[in-house]
C-alpha cells in the first residue's frame, strides 16, 4: 500500500531522529495513531475542554482578533471577562450567542454561564483552552512558546483567586441561579429522605425497579452517575453468603487508565432497612429484567414497562444488552423520583445525581465511622475531597456546641 501524505515529527532523544524529520504514514498508520490519542482523555472530558475552546474563540471574535496562536495577553483579556464582577452587558449578550448550543432535547438552544464565574470554573477553563491549543498547536507544526506557562498570567490568575471572594450572597433563589457563576452546592440525600422516596415508586413496573436499584445501589455504593451507568453484572459478584455484593469497577474518573481495579463492597441491609437494601434491588431488577451479561440499567421502552404478569411471571426486556443508560439519565431518575415523590419540605431543585454520593458521605459520618473509611468507600485521593461531601446538618451543629458547654459544666462539677 503507497504512503499517505500523514507525518508525524520525531522529538528529538538518543537513538532518536534530530528535531524536523518526518515520517510518511499510511492511512491505516495514522487511524490508529489518532484512534489511541483521542483515548488520552474521556470522552466528556473532550467535550468540557471544546467547549472551552470555543467559548475563547467566540471572545477573540467578538475583539477582532484571532484566537490561535494565542498570547498571554488575549488569554489574561478573555478570564478576566470571565471573573469580571460587573462585565458589558453587550459584550456578555453576544458572546452568549456565539456561544449557545443544542439542549440534549433539541427543542431549544441552551447559553454558556454568564459572568462573574468563580475562579474554579475559570481555571478548569483555562485547562481546556490550554489542552485544544496544544492539540492545534501540535497538528500544525507550531513552533512557538506556550502562551499558558507565561509569568504575567500566572500572577493573573493568582490575583483573580485572592479577588474571587463573592459580595454579599442575592437572597432570591431564582435570581442566585440566574448568576450561573456561583457554585451552588447541592443537598446530601438522608437515609429517611431516600425511604420516603423509594417507598413512592411504582415497583410493579420495570421502570419503578430499575430506578429503585439506582437509588439504593448509588447511595450504598457511593459510585459516581458515570460508574452507575456503566455498570455491568459480569462484575458485580454476591457474596457466598448472599450478605454483601462486591463491584469491581475497571475504570473510574480517578483510575481513567485502568491501571488498578477499584472494589466496592455494598452490604445487605437489616429487614428494618429492607425496603432501601441495595443487595434485594439489585437482584430483583436481574429477575425481573432478564439481563443475565452487559450493562446492569438498561433503556426501558414505553411497550416494555409492563405491570408483573399475573401469573407472577416478569417481564424481560428485549434485546436490553449493549443499551446502558447514560449518566444524564441517571441524574433523571434521581431527580424524577424525588419529585414524584413530592415530600412536603423537600425541593427538587435542592438535590442533582450527587446528593446520593453526599448522602452516604454524610450519613456515616453521622454514625461516628472514621473518615478515612468515609474516604476508602468514595475512591478519593486526598482527604480534603471526602470532607467536602460531608455535609453535616444545623441540628448535629448545635448539638455539638451544646456538647461542649455540658462538657464543661461535668468538669467544673467533678472539680468541686
Known sequence: MASSKHVVRSVKRSGAAPIGFETLLTDDEASRIDTARQSAKSENTRRAYLADWRGYEAYCRLKHRPAFPATPSGIEAYITFLAH?????????????????????????????????????????VAGMR????????QQSYDGLDPFQDFGLRQTLNGLKRTSVRKAPISSRDAKIKRHGAHERKAALTIDQ??????????????????????????????????????QVEYIKLSRDHQFLTITLLY??????????????????????????AVRAYLTWLEASGIRKGYVFSRIWPAQDLA????????????????????????????????SAAIPGIDVDDFSGHSLR??????????????????????????????????????????????????RRETKSDER
Not at 464565574?117 to 477553563?125: E, G, N, P, Y
Not at 413512592?200 to 439506582?214: E, P, V
Not at 444488552?321 to 439519565?329: F, L, S
Not at 456546641?401 to 455540658?406: R, T
Request: charged share 20%; net charge positive; aromatic share 4%.
Open 85 to 125: 464582577e460587573a462585565p458589558s452587558q453587550s459584550d456578555v449578550d453576544a458572546w452568549q450567542r456565539l456561544t449557545a448550543f443544542n439542549l440534549p432535547n433539541g427543542q431549544k438552544l441552551g447559553q454558556r454561564p454568564a459572568p462573574p464565574l468563580s475562579i474554579q470554573t475559570v481555571k478548569r477553563a
Open 131 to 138: 489542552f485544544v491549543h496544544g492539540l492545534v498547536a501540535h
Open 194 to 231: 431516600l425511604k420516603l422516596i423509594v417507598e413512592k415508586l411504582n415497583i410493579a413496573t420495570l421502570s419503578g425497579m430499575r430506578d429503585r436499584t439506582i437509588l439504593c445501589l448509588g447511595f450504598s455504593s457511593g459510585l459516581r452517575r458515570s460508574e452507575l451507568a456503566a455498570l
Open 252 to 277: 473510574s474518573k480517578g483510575n481513567q487508565q485502568g491501571d488498578a481495579q477499584e472494589v466496592v463492597t455494598v452490604p445487605r441491609l437489616s429487614e428494618d432497612d429492607a425496603s432501601i437494601c
Open 308 to 339: 408483573i404478569h399475573p401469573t407472577g411471571d416478569r417481564v424481560a426486556i428485549e434485546a436490553g444488552y449493549g443499551q446502558g443508560i447514560t449518566p444524564e439519565a441517571i441524574k433523571n431518575v434521581i431527580k424524577r423520583a424525588i419529585s
Open 358 to 407: 453526599s448522602g452516604i458521605a454524610t450519613s456515616m459520618a453521622e454514625a461516628g465511622q472514621e473518615v478515612y473509611l468515609i474516604k476508602e468507600q468514595l475512591r478519593h485521593k486526598n482527604l480534603s475531597t471526602t470532607l467536602r461531601y460531608i455535609q453535616s446538618s444545623n441540628v448535629r451543629q448545635s448539638d455539638a456546641v451544646l456538647g461542649a458547654f455540658s462538657k
